[in-house]
């Protein structure tokens, strides 16, 4: 069965120090795989995705994933953290024949001055 | 380009009473996926309506229905509500296409309270 994991429910940074968000999957087959941000009240957008080839992805935002198929990991980068990046942020993966999405329980960064 | 809309924004409903919610689909897309998030939760998906027919279905019981009517739009019915259905409803459309993933777009969400 799918499944995906967030570890860390809430991570606190400073303006401008780097950012790591972890995402591990289970998934039978080649996931594919997402990062998708919500602010408070809105849906959700959509970082980055991968699919297949290069597993180092870059997504809007300054954001980038490495997929990591020996550690099942897909974690969520950026060197330099801006206070319009406090959100929510879930990974995701792709499976099915509807190709509906399954997501972690999310990550909720804030951005301290 | 218009994206994907939801309607209502925010709704208030009574244990037992039954909702409606809508969504329309991003232009030029062709299936609607419908998904469930309870506060501090991720997206749960309930199911996708593809040519106007259910196309797969998440853990949810038959009291949570759907329509997709021939313009892509989608409609959420969940009957007999509970106080766990209270939550923020996503609706997210694609371009289904045989034998490739499919990016989901998302709309904003209807926030269901039930009391």
């Known amino acids: 069965a799918q499944s995906v994991t967030q570890p860390d429910i809430h991570i606190t940074v400073s303006e401008g120090a780097s950012l790591e968000l972890r995402c591990n999957y289970s998934y039978g087959a080649t996931p594919y795989l997402f990062w998708y941000v919500q602010s408070p009240g809105q849906g959700l957008q959509l970082l980055l995705k991968y699919f297949s080839g290069d597993t180092l992805v870059q997504g809007i935002k300054g954001f980038e994933a490495e997929f990591k198929r020996s550690q099942s990991s897909f974690n969520l980068r950026k060197p330099s953290v801006h206070w319009s990046d406090a959100a929510e942020y879930f990974c995701a993966v792709g499976a099915g024949g509807a190709n509906n999405l399954f997501f972690g329980t999310g990550t909720r960064l804030t951005v301290i001055p | 380009e218009t994206g994907v809309t939801q309607s209502p924004t925010h709704l208030i409903k009574t244990r037992g009473q039954q909702v409606t919610l809508r969504c329309s689909s991003q232009s030029g897309h062709n299936t609607v996926s419908w998904y469930q998030q309870a506060l501090g939760q991720g997206p749960q998906f309930i199911f996708q309506y593809y040519r106007e027919e259910e196309n797969g279905r998440g853990n949810f019981p038959p009291r949570f229905s759907g329509l997709q009517f021939p313009n892509y739009s989608s409609e959420l019915n969940v009957n007999a509500l509970e106080l766990d259905d209270s939550a923020l409803y996503l609706c997210?459309?694609?371009?289904?296409?045989?034998?490739?993933?499919?990016?989901?777009?998302f709309g904003p969400g209807t926030r269901l309270t039930v009391l």
């Open positions: 997210a459309s694609s371009l289904l296409r045989t034998g490739s993933y499919n990016e989901q777009f």
